[in-house]
Nanobody, 123 residues
Framework: QLQLVESGGGLVQPGGSLRLSCLAS???????MGWFRQAPGKEREGVSC????????DYADSVKGRFTISRDDAKNTVYLQMDSLKPEDTAVYYC?????????????????WGQGTQVTVSS
């Protein structure tokens, strides 16, 4: 079973940047990969997804233009570059692997999850 471990979270001031990493225990070639987040008292939401080929991606409206997803299959790693961070981006961020090759708008096909990494945006 594929295992995912996130890292890179922390405390950052508004307007700052963080890069999250998701290291997999095995190959990611056959999986679209996604980042999700869950803020206190809120439901988990899909933030971004990248297809297995890396040729297409998707972003939630709330992060478009600020976040960038990428993957390096040679390193079994997926990244989420987060720029212009806002207090409302504060959440636990999770990496997940999909059963599909491509991304779907409902973010419903993710079955393997990491343990999460905390991102706090505050002055």
């Amino acid at each position: 079973q594929l295992q995912l471990v996130e890292s890179g979270g922390g405390l950052v001031q508004p307007g700052g940047s963080l890069r999250l990493s998701c290291l997999a225990s095995g190959g990611l070639h056959y999986h679209a990969m996604g980042w999700f987040r869950q803020a206190p008292g809120k439901e988990r939401e899909g933030v971004s997804c990248i297809s297995s080929s890396g040729g297409s991606n998707d972003y939630a409206d709330s992060v478009k233009g600020r976040f960038t997803i990428s993957r390096d299959d040679a390193k079994n790693t997926v990244y989420l570059q987060m720029d212009s961070l806002k207090p409302e981006d504060t959440a636990v961020y999770y990496c997940a692997a999909s059963t599909e090759f491509v991304c779907y708008p409902d973010y419903a096909d993710f079955t393997i999850w990491g343990q999460g990494t905390q991102v706090t945006v505050s002055s």
